[in-house]
């Protein structure tokens, strides 16, 4: 099975927030009540209830003095995943066949450490304090569908396929970059970015915390050869030199 | 019986086994977490009764610990010339002939372990309790995470070394941690200043 990618086109979207609406129907996700901010952005930030959203960007450039971004934010399904590293309880998260990062909330003991090792602030927990994220409808692509959010995307700025296919498609159609190529291994929702990431809302370069890479090159395998070697050290101790017998002690 | 000179007093007997029971519940729990070891769920069920254990054992770890200073840190901290010695000869645990000198109720070896404990053991629960308890707070989970571990590895190298030596290294020792009595004669070789100061 060859892992499959969302491609994003900011540009292409127009804001109708219809990916939201067809995510929430398809996870059977309740509208949450919002007040008006005076923007078409809306909920303001991922909730447990909301997998997907459009961040709402006003970015006047020299050529445009009324450029709005649209840009699809959610789980960026990364290879490498911060999420996934740090999370303590076994098959809480798991990587499906198409390459997707999904969660199961029976196994979810509700630490949160996932949060911390996100780079995109993505998790969410609901009401049990389990984790909810979007799960690229992986429900859906086991079978061969569609996720919902590009499904009902009309202008196509959310595109789904194969990943080598769909980078070599979206490099043809002429976008300079790529976000998401080979950033923590390679994402699985890659962006058709026509300027700097910042300008979009996102990170240049997203990375997993240091502190979570040295915890995991260097400070777990010492919990493993810590206590191998302090054991083994001990037992040739005792074979070299011996115990102190009451005697010998002076 | 006769020439027993008590080393130990019930609390501190009581509170060392409830440290180290605590302890080890929580090592292997925390090993669980660490590398996912789903064998542990034929003791515990699953992960989420495991991270009870967890938490809670820390919760009583961490109360144990706090008496343990009452215990241990005054001797502890009076670290002396003698210590020094004590330290250059390795305690003489590396050749049979090295007179080491006089040592208190707590030799310069069991101080250092002591104090390792405790700075390591006050980490470990500090850092357990944010995770625990500031869940998703970001900077202070992942500061935690990583202080969290630290201190494991610190404890887990040090506290088998410290059952080896309360053992197998030096026969007779044990023994404090469950009647709370040695020798005398046990005693003056190995705690000359202590049995001193006590007047024997
Ligand atoms: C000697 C004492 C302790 C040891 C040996 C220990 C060990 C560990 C280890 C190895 C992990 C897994 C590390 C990881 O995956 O990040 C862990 C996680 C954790 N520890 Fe501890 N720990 C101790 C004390 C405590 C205390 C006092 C608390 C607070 C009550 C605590 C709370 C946690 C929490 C909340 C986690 C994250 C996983 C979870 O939510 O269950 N720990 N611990
Ligand atoms: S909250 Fe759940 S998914 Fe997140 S790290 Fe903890 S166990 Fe894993
Ligand atoms: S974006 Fe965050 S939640 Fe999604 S796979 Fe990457 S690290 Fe995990």
């Known amino acids: 099975m060859s892992r499959k990618a969302l491609v994003i086109s900011p540009e292409l979207c127009i804001g109708c927030r219809g990916c939201q609406t067809a995510c929430k129907s398809w996870n059977q996700l309740p509208a949450t009540k919002t007040a008006n901010k005076g923007t078409t952005e809306n909920p303001p930030d991922l909730t447990p209830n909301l997998y997907n959203k459009i961040r709402y960007v006003e970015i006047p450039s020299e050529t445009n003095p009324v450029r709005w971004l649209f840009v699809s934010q959610r789980c960026m399904h990364c290879d490498d995943a911060g999420c996934m590293k740090i999370c303590p309880a076994p098959g809480a998260l798991f990587k499906t066949k198409e390459g997707a990062v999904g969660f199961d909330k029976e196994k979810c003991i509700g630490c949160k450490l996932c949060v911390a090792g996100c780079p995109f602030n993505v998790p969410r927990y609901d009401e049990k304090d389990k984790i909810t994220k979007c799960h690229l409808c992986s429900d859906r692509i086991s079978q061969e569908l569609t996720p919902a959010c590009a499904k009902a995307c009309p202008t196509g700025a959310i595109s789904y396929g194969d990943r080598d296919s769909l980078m070599g498609k979206t490099k043809i159609a002429g976008s300079r970059k790529l976000y998401g190529e080979t950033d923590l291994g390679g994402l699985g929702v890659l962006y058709a970015f026509k300027d700097a990431p910042k300008v979009y809302g996102m990170e240049e370069s997203p990375a997993i915390p240091e502190s979570i890479v040295f915890w995991h090159k260097v400070l777990k395998p010492l919990a493993y050869w810590g206590i191998g070697g302090a054991v083994a050290a001990s037992l040739v101790h005792y074979a070299v030199f011996g115990p102190k017998k009451d005697e010998e002690v002076n | ?200």
Do not use: C
Not at chain 2, 24 to 49: D, K, R
Not at chain 2, 96 to 114: E, I, M, S, T, W
Not at chain 2, 130 to 147: E, F, Q
């Open chain 2, 1 to 200: 019986m006769a020439n027993m000179v008590k080393k130990a007093s019930v609390f501190e007997i009581l509170n060392h086994w409830i440290t180290a029971v605590s302890f080890i519940i929580l090592a292997v729990t925390g090993y669980g977490f660490l590398f996912h070891l789903e064998q542990l769920n034929s003791i515990f069920g699953n992960f989420n009764v495991m991270k009870d254990w967890h938490n809670w054992s820390g919760v009583v770890f961490t109360v144990s610990l706090f008496f343990t200073i009452f215990n241990y840190l005054p001797v502890s901290l009076s670290f002396g010339s003698d210590d020094i010695g004590w330290i250059f000869k390795a305690g003489g645990y590396f050749s049979k002939r090295a007179a080491v000198p006089p040592q208190d109720r707590l030799n310069a070896g069991q101080k250092l372990f002591y104090l390792l404990l405790l700075i390591a053991g006050i980490a470990i629960s500090a850092s357990g309790f944010v995770i625990w308890l500031m869940p998703g707070v970001r900077k202070w989970v992942l500061l935690s995470h990583l202080a969290h571990n630290i201190s494991f590895d610190l404890l887990i190298i040090a506290v088998p070394l410290h059952i080896y030596l309360a053992t197998l290294a030096n026969p007779g020792t044990f023994r404090i941690m469950v009647y709370g009595t040695v020798p005398i004669e046990w005693a003056k070789k190995r705690h000359a200043k202590w049995v001193q100061k006590m007047g024997f």
